[in-house]
């Protein structure tokens, strides 16, 4: 196939499009590393001296400023422990979400001992930041901003995270960036995190590097606002595999441009069948589209799953009333589902 990608899943085994994974694979270059790894190697404690270097160098910051997690589900987890937690249980400490959103968000602050304050979405999915400004008090502690968001692929304008962060000096602000490599807009730039010193980037791997199983996220701030953060951390939080791997795929930089090139191409793909088909959708940012189905949602979901096809209904969030998110990885899996969409929902006609 084009563009070097040797081996495409067989749609007989199933499509994932359902989890926003690399449906291409890591890097041969990841897998090669794995498979260098030896029975000392696996009998020791991983050095973390060299990685942290060469994912400070990646980010383009020093390396005092960064923290590797074991995926950036638990950078989540200690980032709601130290903005939450050590509070009294009866007057908790509050975190701001925007929905639709991230499950863990919610779980995470819950698990700290923090109050969710959720703020609903507008009609269109852009920025509510009126209403984000409005939840905050006294007792915030956190908020939560995903840009691109999961599920709408919207982006965050710049000046509004710096609104809500001027707003609650007091407040740490967690921007999640995992599509950022589809989208091209991080608040990490030349040398520093372009926002207020309340604010922190978290990033993974798992998406445009492929290294989902291996579990490698990262915080991303200014040393002082990262130190509550790293005391809560635990030593040795990335196995050796997963450190092999990292190190490898990072310098394996046009294997993540081919896997981006062929997202782009698989949201032009499905936004086509999109309009074919009278079905709203919003573009995206990142490597998913947001479709609404309506009364036919389940008869889509249904459908593709019985082809092998999975997507994520989405339809109970908020302001997604009857919506689908559709992963878009490889152009020969979407035009397999873009394929089977229409029969489903051309047939039913």
């Not at 020791?44 to 005092?64: I, K, L, R």
Request: net charge neutral.
């Amino acid at each position: 196939m084009k563009d070097g990608y040797s081996r495409v899943p067989d749609p007989g085994d199933g499509l994932r499009l359902h989890l926003n994974e690399n449906t291409g694979g890591c890097s041969p270059a990841a897998l090669a590393a794995l498979r260098a790894l030896d029975e000392i190697d696996a009998a020791v404690y991983p050095d973390y001296t060299a990685v942290n270097t060469e994912v400070a160098a990646f980010f383009g910051v020093p390396a005092d400023w960064l923290l590797l997690t074991n995926g950036l589900d638990e950078g989540l987890q200690l980032v709601a422990w130290a903005a939450l937690g050590g509070r009294d249980r009866r007057d908790p400490a509050e975190a701001v979400i925007v929905e639709p959103a991230f499950d863990m968000y919610a779980a995470c602050a819950g698990a700290a001992g923090g109050r969710v304050v959720a703020v609903g979405p507008r009609a269109d999915f852009a920025f509510p930041i009126d209403a984000v400004l409005a939840a905050i008090t006294p007792a915030t502690r956190l908020v939560f901003l995903t840009s691109p968001n999961n599920p709408t692929g919207q982006i965050i304008p710049r000046a509004a995270i710096h609104q809500v962060a001027a707003a609650a000096p007091h407040t740490v602000v967690l921007v999640d960036e995992a599509y950022e490599e589809f989208a091209g807009d991080s608040l990490i730039e030349a040398g520093t995190v372009n926002a207020p010193a309340s604010v922190i980037v978290g990033r993974t791997f798992a998406k445009a590097h492929g290294l989902a199983a291996l579990r490698v996220g990262a915080l991303v701030a200014r040393p002082d606002t990262l130190e509550p953060v790293r005391r809560l951390a635990l030593p040795y939080r990335l196995n050796v595999a997963a450190v092999a791997a990292l190190r490898a795929a990072l310098r394996d930089r046009a294997h993540v441009g081919r896997y981006v090139r062929e997202t782009a191409e698989s949201k032009r793909l499905l936004y086509a069948a999109c309009e074919r088909l009278g079905l709203e959708y919003w573009p995206s940012a990142a490597n998913f589209v947001l479709v609404r189905v309506g009364p036919r949602l389940q008869d889509l979901v249904s459908g593709l799953s019985r082809r092998r096809i999975f997507i994520r209904d989405r339809s109970g969030e908020p302001g997604c009333a009857g919506c689908v998110r559709i992963t878009t990885g490889l152009v020969e899996h979407t035009r397999a589902c873009v394929s089977a969409m229409e029969e489903i929902l051309c047939g039913e006609r």
